[in-house]
């Protein structure tokens, strides 16, 4: 460990530091005044020569380490059993002598995640510590500052770890104890984007092959309707409302009605019976999710107006879209099994569409150029006498009732109203929230109204009334239609282009089959390893065949990382993958024989499970190739 104890040599350590750091992290150190560090930092020295970092926090000077603050690091270190853990947490970088005993006794495979709140005390640290052999080893992960100056790189980090940290330990380095509490916001973010993350990996194996079946039963819906993306900016700084079905909509049905032809009404799922019912007829109707209920209760034997456009995902049930007599646009998310599809028979673009029917709206008005974008009914809370829906909604009829209970049965999250009280809320809608306001964070240029007066706050949006939105934005009429756009779009279609990017889609499908035909072949053979070494184990004891153990276990785990190529579909493989992973994690670091006996089991029930969906995906491949060759394009 490298300590500076001059001002020149402790700019020059700086730079140094500095340059090891990503990009993000150096750009927050931009915007630091060195004046403003030392201000708030005060450094003396022990007999020995340490630094001791002092710290100005409330007016008071709280000293970070104690006298003797390498034994006082060292000794807390080893209090953490870096064996029987992956990924640390550790809440405040204790001005640098806590992570330097971390790095002295952690694991080759642990991998270690900094939040430090002070960017000051941060700034000081770089210039008393040589970070370097702590940065070059990949293995440490620094955010600083309050979770929202560093949540999208946090949320990038997320999205290519998410496998590696999800048995996260958590620490505190002495002398940041008194300070915990100020750490509580940051560590509630973080856990919320992990379980955010997981959920994103999807609910199972049936369900994507489900998701993919429509696809290819909906393909021609594709193929014979103009793409989303030729709705780009056509409705560029005109107002749009995002109506949901919370109990709120009862009281401003009546204003909505003044909306027509003067701003998009956009209809999130369920809300379209309460609009109908009360005369409200809305510009488009999003559907999200892909089972059989939404045709049944939302489409079958119904007639809506010709002029309301359907944007539905392509992974509906296909009855949804053949039942339907309006102009409609199949559209795409962006995850690796809706892209697949899109960029063969589409033209690439999609949307993330988040989880709930909003999300869906919500990008959908973005994509449009619509601002501001006016939320209407989207309370994400319970109402009076514990309503979840608007009183003319089929929720309150029979056939819908199991949804209620659904919701009913979730724990009772408490959040904070528009009105500043503290309302009730279940843990999928405070879920919904959260992504709502991350969708509306990376939208800034786009003004949010929130008109729920009594439900949940939402960041990001500002509150207003609908009766005086409506009277500020909608004073003129529209100068399209929304329909009026499709059906010109749907003049243009070039059919014969369209006809060749079928016989583009076939082709690679057949391509894919011999692919997962490959890799079920390749489960074989790793199943056929860990058998043989699982019986070896137990003829002859983990500890004889120790190296061979190892040398599966990594060939395993070079083996399953093939399942996350780029090439591939790694919607079908994920959920499993991270199971097995999440398993793995549980069993800490692999330096003991039990740890590679544990963990060559799980590898192999999950070499198992790989090996059941290749061969899922080659017969539904094969069954989407007969259907595709029967479809009739006409031109």
Not at 95 to 107: E, S, T
Not at 307 to 315: I, K, Q, R, S
């Amino acid at each position: 460990m490298i300590v500076m104890k001059d001002n020149k040599a402790a700019q020059q350590m700086f730079a140094k530091n500095k340059e090891l750091l990503p990009g993000f992290l150096k750009q927050q150190l931009q915007n630091i005044r060195m004046e403003d560090v030392w201000e708030k930092i005060n450094i003396i020295y022990n007999e020995k020569g340490y630094p001791v970092c002092r710290c100005r926090i409330g007016g008071e000077m709280l000293q970070l380490n104690s006298a003797e603050p390498l034994a006082q690091a060292e000794h807390w270190a080893r209090q953490i059993s870096f064996a029987k853990i992956r990924t640390l947490f550790v809440y405040g970088c204790g001005f640098g002598y806590p992570l330097y005993a971390v790095y002295k006794q952690m694991h080759q495979e642990n991998i270690v995640v900094v939040f430090e709140q002070d960017i000051h005390l941060f700034t000081a640290m770089l210039h008393f510590f040589d970070m370097g052999p702590l940065l070059r080893t990949n293995k440490f992960i620094f955010f600083v500052g309050d979770y929202p100056d560093f949540a999208e790189d946090f949320r990038k980090f997320v999205a290519v770890n998410l496998y590696h940290i999800t048995v996260p330990s958590v620490v505190f380095p002495p002398g940041l104890r008194p300070l915990q509490k100020k750490y509580f916001p940051i560590q509630e973010r973080v856990f919320e984007k992990l379980v955010l993350q997981t959920k994103a990996i999807g609910n199972s194996h049936f369900d994507s092959i489900l998701g993919f079946q429509h696809m290819i039963d909906n393909v021609q819906e594709v193929l014979e309707n103009p793409y989303f993306s030729s709705l780009k900016n056509q409705f560029k700084d005109m107002p749009a409302f995002i109506v949901g079905n919370g109990p709120s909509l009862d009281k401003q049905l009546h204003e909505l009605a003044a909306v027509k032809e003067k701003g998009l009404i956009i209809c999130c799922g369920s809300a379209i019976v309460p609009l109908t019912k009360n005369g409200i007829q809305p510009d488009a109707l999003c559907v999200l999710e892909r089972s059989p209920g939404i045709y049944h209760h939302f489409f079958e034997n119904k007639d809506y107006p010709e002029e309301m456009t359907l944007l539905a995902l392509a992974v509906v049930d296909p009855r949804v879209f053949s039942s339907y007599s309006g102009p409609r646009i199949p559209v795409f998310r962006t995850e690796s099994n809706s892209q697949f599809i899109s960029e063969y028979i589409g033209d690439g673009n999609g949307v993330y569409a988040g989880s709930s029917v909003t999300h869906l709206a919500f990008e959908a008005a973005v994509y449009m150029g619509a601002d501001p974008i006016v939320l209407v009914g989207q309370d994400l809370a319970y109402g009076s006498a514990g309503m979840t829906h608007s009183k003319d909604s089929l929720h309150k009829e029979e056939q819908l009732q199991h949804v209620v209970a659904r919701i009913k049965s979730e724990p009772v999250v408490y959040v904070e109203s528009n009105d500043g009280r503290l309302i009730p809320a279940s843990q999928t809608w405070y879920s919904f929230k959260q992504i709502l306001e991350q969708m509306i964070e990376q939208a800034p240029e786009v003004t949010v109204i929130n008109t729920t007066e009594k439900g949940t706050k939402i960041d990001g949006t500002v509150t207003a009334g609908l009766k005086d939105v409506i009277q500020k934005y909608c004073r003129e009429r529209l100068p399209n239609r929304l329909n009026t756009v499709i059906s010109r779009e749907k003049a243009a279609l070039n059919m014969e282009e369209r006809k060749a990017k079928l016989k583009h889609l076939l082709a690679m499908l057949n391509m894919y089959i011999e692919i997962y035909r490959g890799l079920e072949q390749l489960t074989v053979r790793r199943l056929d390893k860990c058998e043989a070494l699982l019986d070896a184990i137990g003829t002859k004891g983990i500890s004889a065949v120790k190296a061979e153990a190892r040398h599966v276990y990594e060939t395993n785990e070079s083996e399953i990382a093939k399942f996350f190529s780029p090439q591939l579909h790694v919607t079908y493989f994920q959920q499993v993958i991270l199971l097995a992973r999440h398993q793995i994690n549980g069993l800490g670091t692999s330096c003991s024989p039990v740890y590679l006996c544990e963990a060559i089991q799980i590898q192999y029930v999950l070499f198992d499970h790989l090996k059941t969906i290749c061969q899922s995906l080659v017969r539904n491949f094969q069954i989407a190739c007969g259907k595709l060759s029967a479809i009739e394009i006409k031109t």
